[in-house]
Nanobody
């Protein structure tokens, strides 16, 4: 049983920054691939970033602006978002996967999901 709880969303102005957090339960947090996804109104849920013991990886829309990190001692994963724009407006979800193989940019690869936190960027 893994439970994920996102926080840190809110309203920010274009060009601003926001730091999302995802608190995770479980004794084996460090062994999971952790991902961030987002879903805007009328759109499918899309990959944003992931982190595991091998690497970090970002969607093209996030690369260079967003940074994913984790604090294993706190069982928490973060998404630092800079240079936000209106297209970043979405509900952001953290997710956990027991896999390290390919396909980790696809939501189907993740078995555990948080409830989401709203990020709204005003222009």
């Amino acid at each position: 049983q893994v439970q994920l709880v996102e926080s840190g969303g809110g309203l920010v102005q274009a060009g601003g920054s926001l730091r999302l957090s995802c608190a995770a339960s479980g004794r084996t947090f460090s062994s999971y691939t952790m991902g961030w996804f987002r879903q805007a109104p009328g759109k499918e849920r899309e990959f944003v970033a992931l982190i595991n013991w091998r690497r970090t990886y970002y969607a093209d829309s996030a690369r260079g602006r967003f940074t994913i990190s984790r604090d294993n001692a706190k069982n928490t994963v973060y998404l630092q978002m800079n240079s936000l724009n209106a297209e970043d407006t979405a509900v952001y979800y953290c997710a956990a996967s027991t896999n390290y193989e390919s396909g980790l940019t696809v939501g189907q690869s993740y078995g555990y999901w948080g409830q989401g936190t709203q990020v709204t960027v005003s222009s």
